[in-house]
């Protein structure tokens, strides 16, 4: 059984960083493709960024490129998504998802319909 807790979700400033952690537990976390999405109020979940198991390759959608990263400690079983220059628009919900098959496979897919496992997920608030 995989599960996921993310955390750090928070207020959101102009300009501010925040970064997001998602605990796995599982022996073959290590196999794991992973990837983050986010829902924000009144609209579709979205694709925001993906990482291979290895951690060696990263994946992210146009709109937070440059701005976001994706990492990952695999002695850890932590899966993070460091934020930059944040602005009020990207206050959302954001879900850690993860699978085992490689992450070519989720590439395509773009709301998330077919990763596995999903966490609850960890919630911004607009700060204005």
């Known amino acids: 059984q995989v599960q996921l807790v993310e955390s750090g979700g928070g207020s959101v400033q102009t300009g501010g960083p925040l970064r997001l952690s998602c605990l796995v537990s599982?022996?073959?976390?290590?196999?794991?493709?992973m990837a983050w999405f986010r829902q924000a109020p009144g609209k579709e979940r979205e694709f925001v960024a993906g990482?291979?198991?290895?951690?060696?390759?990263?994946d992210y959608a146009d709109s937070v490129k440059g701005r976001f990263t994706a990492s990952r400690g695999n002695t850890k079983g932590t899966v993070y998504l460091q934020r930059n220059s944040l602005r009020p628009e990207h206050t959302a919900g954001y879900y850690c998802?993860?699978?085992?098959?490689?992450?070519?496979?989720?590439?395509?897919?773009?709301?998330?319909?077919?990763?596995?496992?999903w966490g609850h997920g960890t919630r911004d608030t607009d700060s204005s």
């Open positions: 998802t993860a699978d085992s098959a490689p992450y070519d496979w989720y590439q395509a897919d773009l709301k998330g319909k077919q990763w596995g496992y």
């Open positions: 990482i291979t198991g290895s951690g060696l390759s990263t």
């Open positions: 599982g022996r073959t976390f290590h196999t794991y493709a």
